[in-house]
């Protein structure tokens, strides 16, 4: 009798996305603060090309998803005034 092989498929996790180019880099996000887990963090340095300053506070330039912490709720999809997040599967 042969074995028949089932295929192993991956499951796929669903994160969030910032579009950088629609992103107004505010430093006062909504969507960094209503993040439950505190998935929405500043950019790398390498991808931070120049911080800003306002009132003497460096701020980061830009944010992204750090996927390890992003639980994929989609809160933050509705949060943001740019429509610069989304879903990816
Ligand atoms: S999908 Fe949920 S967990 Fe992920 S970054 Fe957005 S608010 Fe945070």
Redesign the pocket.
């Known amino acids: 009798m042969k074995k028949i092989k089932s295929k192993k498929f991956k499951k796929s996790k ?3 996305v910032i579009d950088q180019n629609q992103c107004d880099k505010s430093p006062f996000c909504p ?1 960094k603060r ?7 963090i500043p950019l790398k340095k390498g991808e931070q090309q120049k911080k800003r300053s306002i009132f003497g506070f460096l701020i980061p330039k830009g944010y992204r ?2 996927e390890e ?9 509705t ?1 943001c005034p740019m429509q610069a ?1 989304s ?1 990816k599967a």
């Not at 209503?34 to 929405?40: D, E, L, N």
């Open positions: 669903k994160v969030a969507v209503v993040c439950p887990v505190g998935a929405i998803v750090d912490k992003c639980t994929g709720c989609g809160i933050c999809v949060s997040v879903i």
